[in-house]
Structures are given as structure tokens and as C-alpha cells.
């Protein structure tokens, strides 16, 4: 339980690019099915805490699955190897509007 009331399930599992380094993180309906051997995608940041060190995990969020399928398609259809899903152009615009 979480300090105020709520349930959660705390998730630990190992990978190949680490040993036998247990990586730790939360249980979802996105993870819930894994079993060893799945190959999946996550973010594992190192931490440290009380002079030891910890691997978390975290799954995409969708707008970070967005941002990659919008810099893959770029660099198809364009051979750009950088894409800004924000273009400069777009900042320029928004700064020649007629407010004071």
C-alpha cells in the first residue's frame, strides 16, 4: 500500500544488459503478462540511495512511443537523422502575433 491507502504491485526483473542486477519497478496492465525470455522496451535509470546503488525501470509513456514513431518516419521519408516534433518555424509563429 502506498502511504495514502492505495495499492500497488512492485515489479523486479533481470536483463541481459546487466547481469544479475536486479532491476526494479511498478506492475501495470502493460507489464502484467511478461514472462521470461519477452522481449520488451523500458527505461532503467541507475540511482543511488544511502551509498548503495539501484536500477528502476519505467515503461514508455505513450508520447515518448509518438516522438520515435515521428523521428523514424522522418528519417524514411526525408533521410533526416534528427527530427523536432516542434519545429522552429512553428516557435516563430506564435512569437509575430499581435498582442502586446
Do not use: C
Not at 501495470?28 to 540511482?47: L, T
Request: glycine share 8%; aromatic share 12%; hydrophobic share 35%.
Amino acid at each position: 500500500m502506498t502511504q495514502d491507502g492505495r495499492p500497488y504491485q512492485r515489479l523486479a526483473v533481470k536483463a541481459e544488459q546487466y547481469g544479475d542486477k536486479w532491476i526494479s519497478g511498478f506492475g501495470n496492465k502493460a507489464n502484467q503478462h511478461w514472462k521470461e525470455g519477452y522481449e520488451v522496451e523500458m527505461r532503467v535509470e541507475k540511482v543511488i540511495k544511502d551509498g548503495k546503488e539501484y536500477l528502476n525501470f519505467s515503461m514508455p509513456s505513450v508520447w515518448d512511443e509518438i516522438r520515435e514513431l515521428k523521428k523514424r518516419v522522418a528519417v524514411l521519408e526525408d533521410g533526416k537523422e534528427e527530427f523536432d516534433i516542434f519545429p522552429k518555424e512553428k516557435a516563430a509563429e506564435e512569437e509575430d502575433l499581435p498582442f502586446d
